[in-house]
């Protein structure tokens, strides 16, 4: 019978050949040695709690290990075992000092491997947004998915996971702020709004140094896209006589002491070949 991931992504149908080995029981928990552990290369988890760990660590101390990893042998090494599933527990039992440790070993291919470290840590549902970011991109990767796909194939909404994978294309700086949870992903969602990397890379220090909410980053954000009016250049007056550049001088005086009364004047000035131009609109009404 297929593992329940198997059944969600097809596996064992197509792809790498089953690895088959009838020395052991694939149900069967045995005690191996924790130092011939290794942890899973697929692992999606970047951090761990340590503080969580110890926890886990007392309470296996009490009562002992309830559900045993599950392991895989490593082909070119001799009695040793990569993590599939279980790397609290087995940090949980390093910090015990413990020799061995209850495990099921399995025969799995680095895809069946890599699909069940991501599932399992995706169902746990405490993977920070850009692990599981990072997750979903390389489920996408594995099994040559969509992103609809690969969303009702977890049961989640396409603009779930297009949301998320968004993130991944944020700078380092950024992705390591919400890795870090120094930053919310409503506040990197907003930084998606700005193109340039360097300009995010700013935002974000803003948001660090002067504690920015969401809102206040997005209306930050709001400011930076808003387009800029360009101001009319008024004409240079070097190198004409100095009657003109009284003339000048005197037209934009008696606007500004126009506006001054509260009318709205608008003036366009307009440097041509032979003359300067002075367009002026006066409205009928103040």
Do not use: C
């Amino acid at each position: 019978m297929l593992q329940p991931f198997n059944r969600i992504f097809g596996l064992g149908d197509k792809g790498e050949p089953e690895i088959k080995n009838e020395e052991f029981n694939p149900d069967e928990v045995i005690q191996l040695p924790v130092k011939n552990i290794q942890p899973n290369q697929y692992q999606p988890r970047a951090l761990f709690n340590e503080e969580k760990i110890a926890e886990l660590a007392q309470t296996i101390n009490t009562h002992g290990m309830i559900q045993p990893i599950v392991v895989r042998r490593i082909p070119d090494k001799e009695g040793h075992y990569e993590l599939i599933a279980g790397e609290r527990r087995w940090r949980a039992v390093q910090l015990l000092e413990w020799e061995n440790v209850p495990a099921i070993i399995r025969n799995m291919t680095d895809t069946q491997t890599a699909s069940v470290a991501l599932i399992e840590n995706l169902q746990r549902e405490e993977l920070t947004v850009i692990e599981e970011a990072t997750a979903y991109a390389k489920l996408l990767e594995i099994h040559q998915l969509t992103q609809e796909a690969l969303a009702q194939r977890l049961g989640k909404n396409q603009s779930t996971i297009a949301n998320k994978l968004r993130l991944l294309k944020l700078p380092e700086e950024v992705q390591a702020a919400l890795l870090q949870k120094k930053i919310t992903e409503r506040h990197a969602r907003a930084l998606i709004k700005v193109k340039d990397q360097e300009v995010q890379i700013k935002l974000l220090e803003d948001i660090l140094q002067h504690d920015l909410n969401v809102k206040q980053t997005e209306e930050k954000i709001a400011q930076l896209n808003q387009p800029k009016e360009k101001k009319k250049r008024k004409p240079r007056l070097k190198g004409v006589n100095k009657d003109i550049r009284i003339a000048m001088n005197t037209i934009r005086q008696s606007l500004h002491m126009v506006s001054d009364t509260g009318i709205k004047v608008e003036s366009d000035e307009q440097d041509l070949d032979d003359y300067y131009q002075i367009t002026i609109k006066i409205p009928k009404k103040k």
